[in-house]
């Protein structure tokens, strides 16, 4: 797969920022086939960085209700990427 269909974009939140700022380490959305090495690899090709550790999360959004019926959420796969500590991602 090739680096921009396995990283869908950055994860911008009051947490994910709280991990950048204090462990050097950084939230993506990913493919939900995408595999940790896969994941390393995209990630040191599309933004030049070392990476030491990759963690994968499958986030299942609530399921809401509607005039129609309960609808599922959608499953999300979030990887949080640790990088050396001399490297840095600008993502803004």
């Given amino acids: 797969m090739h680096p921009t269909h396995i990283i869908r974009r950055?994860?911008?939140t009051e947490k994910a920022s709280f991990g950048t700022g204090h462990g050097?380490?950084?939230?993506?959305?990913?493919a939900g086939?995408?595999?940790k090495d896969q994941?390393?690899?995209?990630v040191q090709q599309l933004y030049k960085v070392r990476v030491l550790g990759v963690a994968t999360q499958n986030h299942k959004a609530r399921a809401r209700q509607y005039k129609y019926g309960l609808v599922a959420g959608a499953?999300?796969?979030?990887a949080i990427v640790k990088?050396?500590?001399?490297?840095?991602?600008?993502?803004?």
């Fill in 75 to 78: 499953i999300t796969k979030r």
């Fill in 83 to 92: 990088v050396h500590p001399e490297d840095k991602i600008e993502l803004f």
């Fill in 24 to 30: 050097n380490r950084y939230t993506f959305e990913v």
């Fill in 10 to 12: 950055p994860i911008v």
């Fill in 39 to 42: 994941i390393k690899a995209a």
């Fill in 33 to 35: 086939t995408a595999r």
